[in-house]
């Protein structure tokens, strides 16, 4: 097993058994996982999600769901994301495939965890070079008709209502592009044993594509729906997935919403 983490392993108890990423090896050693300690939970199954460059097979009780930046302020009128002069519509076809996929790690019990880009309202955590970008009155901090632009607490800083969070479901606050930068998301994903990320969000050159190559230098395998990403350019948002896959999946691999959904249902059924 490569990541215990916080997870329990027990031969002793009837639970489902559950093998790891590492094959049929750890099968034969029938052990059981539980998830939070002991007896919580039954183990999860491996499945394979079609992928590319090729097909994965993946543990499903060590998967997470993580959904990056789904905020009104890149996805509404009046935010960051129109700030900097872009057609925010571009972003819109994520959304539904990220509900689906969204409601199918909740039915699998998978942890989920959303991330958010802004500050601190006083700005402090926001290098000078980010704030001085665009129009002064259209900067991080400005006040627009969702508030002050990407600011903590502010509307516009939060979640789109399609996607909003539900109690149990941690929110990441990150003040950069990747959100393992000056955040405790690795602490959490060690801490659960998580080996997989299925990465959904937006954008897919930006907080997507920085953050699955953060993880894929910590050690964690991304899977990246391309359905449930996009861009305000559409083709970044191809040359971003490419990026990803290439040279045999240099910084994870990509898949679409309804392999995760199959794989996810799989595992709930
Ligand atoms: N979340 C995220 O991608 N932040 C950005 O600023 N993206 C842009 O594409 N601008």
Known sequence: MSAAGAWAISESCACASA???????????????????????????VRTIAAEPEPLAVDIGRMALVIIDMQRDFLEPGGFGAALGNDISRLKSAVGPCADVLAAARRAGILI????????????DA????????????????????????VRGEPGH?????LYPVAGEPVIDKPGKGAFYQTDLELMLKNRGIETLLVCGVTTEVCVNTTVREANDRGFRCVVLSDCCASYFPEF????????????????????????????????S
């Open 237 to 268: 948002h191809d040359m971003g997935l490419k990026m990803i896959k290439a040279q045999g999946g240099i910084f994870g691999s990509v898949s679409a919403s309804g392999a995760a959904i199959a794989a996810l249902s799989a595992a709930s």
């Open 19 to 45: 093998v790891g990423i590492n094959g049929p090896d750890l099968a034969r050693q029938a052990q059981v996982i539980h998830r939070n300690g002991p007896h919580v939970e039954a183990a999860l199954p």
């Open 158 to 162: 939060d979640i789109i209502p399609e």
């Open 113 to 124: 965890i959303h991330t958010r880009e802004g500050h601190r309202a006083d700005l402090t």
């Open 127 to 150: 290098p000078p070079i980010k704030v001085e970008r665009g129009d002064p009155a259209m900067r991080i901090g400005a006040l627009g008709p969702m508030g002050r632009i990407l």
